[in-house]
Structures are given as structure tokens and as C-alpha cells.
């Protein structure tokens, strides 16, 4: 069982589609919700995400970072990084949260083929299965160290210390 109860929304960020996922009330358990197309150009896939968090009174968003198998954040990850920080201006006061997502989208094809859906089927959900695999990821390791996954999106510029007189 989490350290806290309460609807988390997973997000797999791609460059033509955005992967939904979300846990059940105790958030304990992920499952898909569906596979927006991504607006480049505009911000709709936004704000059907910031629809879905205040329609499931979620308690946060999990975010997947794309980092290198080094470890390293690439193109992919700062891409990442800036959807996560729009849409953390978008549904704030609900936090965003960045967690790292090494392999997700292998790992959904992989189980995808190997429940049967066939190659082409496979297109139109398997950034649904990466966002339940990082959303799980997530839930699994609130569950195991009692503390939240990730690292939180900050909003804004970080405040400067005020000096001591």
C-alpha cells in the first residue's frame, strides 16, 4: 500500500503521441486510459491530460524521463522535461513528478507481442502500456520506501536565499 492513498495519472511523452495511464483510488494498481495525439503546435493534448487530473481528482502526475542507458538525459529527456514543466503550470496545484523510464516502450512492445497483438495493432497503445509501466514503476516504489518516485517539477525560477542581517 502507498504511503498515500489517491489517483495518480502516468504520462509517456513521445513525439507523435502521448501514453496515459492511471492508478486505481488506493493507488496501488496502473491501467490504461487512452493515447492522445501530440499537439505540437498548440497545447490540446494538455489540456485533455489537465481534463483527466481534474476529472480524477488526481493526487499528482507521473511523467516518464527518457534518460540514456548511461544514465545521461539526451534530446528525448530534456523533451520530456519541458512537457512535464508545461503541464505542471497547467494543473498546479497538483505536483508533476519525473520518473525515470529506462526501456518502458521495449519492455510494452515485448509484452504486447507476447499477449498477441499483433505488430500494427500494437501502435495504437503500446504509449499506453509505457505510461502503466512507468506509472506502476512509480506506485511500486512509493509502496516499497514510503516516499514518492522521482523528482518533482518545479514551477518557476528557485527563489533566492534571503541574507541574514
Known amino acids: 500500500m502507498p ?6 495519472i ?11 495511464a492511471a492508478s486505481d483510488p488506493s493507488g496501488t494498481f496502473a491501467h490504461p486510459v487512452e493515447t492522445l495525439a501530440r ?9 485533455t491530460i489537465a481534463g483527466l487530473v481534474a476529472e480524477r481528482a ?18 528525448a529527456a530534456k523533451g520530456a ?3 512535464a514543466a508545461r503541464l ?4 498546479s496545484p497538483v505536483a508533476v513528478r519525473l520518473v525515470d523510464e529506462r526501456l518502458t516502450t521495449v519492455t510494452a512492445h515485448q509484452r504486447l507481442r507476447e499477449s498477441g497483438v499483433p505488430g500494427r495493432g500494437q ?17 511500486d516504489t512509493e509502496a516499497s520506501t514510503g516516499r514518492p518516485a522521482g523528482e518533482i517539477v518545479s514551477l518557476g525560477k528557485p527563489r533566492k536565499k534571503e541574507r541574514r542581517r
Open 10 to 20: 502516468g504520462i509517456d511523452v513521445g513525439n507523435a503521441r502521448v501514453g496515459v
Open 58 to 75: 488526481a493526487l499528482e502526475i507521473v511523467v516518464g524521463l527518457p534518460r540514456l542507458l548511461s544514465g545521461a538525459e539526451g534530446e
Open 123 to 139: 501502435r495504437s497503445v503500446v504509449d499506453q502500456a509505457a505510461a502503466v509501466l512507468i506509472l506502476q514503476s512509480a506506485l
Open 39 to 47: 499537439d505540437l503546435g498548440g497545447s490540446a493534448d494538455l489540456e
Open 88 to 91: 505542471a503550470a497547467l494543473v
Open 81 to 83: 522535461r519541458d512537457y
Open 3 to 8: 504511503a498515500r492513498p489517491g489517483v495518480r
